[in-house]
């Protein structure tokens, strides 16, 4: 089983659609947690950290569940511009050493 | 403006080839890392190092190697490249901590034939 796991897409919405993604992870310990957002041919960036309580930035919100070790990334009123692949992080341990990613969730977003 | 850099954004090497990928930050971040991403595999770590002269294998370590002799620079050698080593070759950098965001490299495209 894969230390974080994310359905690969893709996702094909319209213009203003709301879409979620979801991660699982397997080990119990893992500490933090990031959603990342990695454009064609680019290098990933980090979209937004994840809390335990849920955290919400413009247009998008993220949720972790511990006790299902699961997390969730949802677009509001997608737009053309949200198109990329959207990675799932999780960090072991508190000096950030162990970083896993997850193989990416693909959204093509449609006019 | 934080900034990760790789030496090479393409590269074409024989297989049997020693190959070198360098990466430099200047953020004085402890922890660096290599990946490589293959389509519908992610991002799989190859080594990290949370300090000068200190590394730890990652996830895919065999025919990889790396240096790190000063806290900016942290570089992978391919020992005798291989044509299952074409990848792209990303660096990341992170302070430790309890939220380390990792920046990365813009990628190394590297193509062993």
């Known amino acids: 089983r894969k230390e974080v796991e994310q359905d690969p897409g893709p996702f094909n919405v319209p213009e203003g659609a709301t879409v979620a993604f979801n991660c699982t992870y397997s080990n119990s310990a893992s500490q933090s947690f990031f959603w ?19 955290n919400e930035d413009g247009r998008f919100t993220a949720q ?26 999780v960090n072991l341990g508190t000096g950030g050493f162990k970083t ?10 449609k006019a | 403006d934080v900034k990760v850099t790789q030496s090479s954004r393409y590269l074409v090497k024989r297989t049997g080839e020693k190959v070198f990928l360098e990466c ?7 922890n660096m890392f290599w990946y490589r991403q293959d389509p519908g595999l ?12 200190m590394k730890e294998k990652g996830d895919i370590p065999e025919g990889y190697s790396v240096s790190r002799e000063k ?3 942290f570089s992978l050698i391919l020992e005798s490249a291989s044509t299952n080593q074409t990848s792209m070759y990303l660096c990341a950098s992170s302070r430790r901590g309890q ?3 990792a920046f990365f490299g813009q990628g190394t495209r590297l193509t062993v034939v």
């Open chain 2, 24 to 30: 430099v930050q200047d953020m004085d971040h402890e």
């Open chain 2, 99 to 101: 939220k380390p965001e």
């Open chain 1, 36 to 54: 990342y957002r990695q454009d064609c041919r680019k290098e990933p960036k980090l979209l937004m950290s994840v809390y335990s309580s849920g």
């Open chain 1, 64 to 89: 972790l569940n511990r006790a299902s070790q699961y997390i969730s990334l949802l677009i509001r009123d997608s737009k053309l511009s949200d198109s990329a692949t959207y990675l799932c992080v």
């Open chain 2, 71 to 73: 806290k900016e620079r």
């Open chain 2, 42 to 53: 992610g991002l799989r770590l190859i080594y990290f190092s949370y300090d000068v002269k």
């Open chain 1, 100 to 109: 896993i990613f997850g193989a990416g969730t693909r959204l093509f977003v």
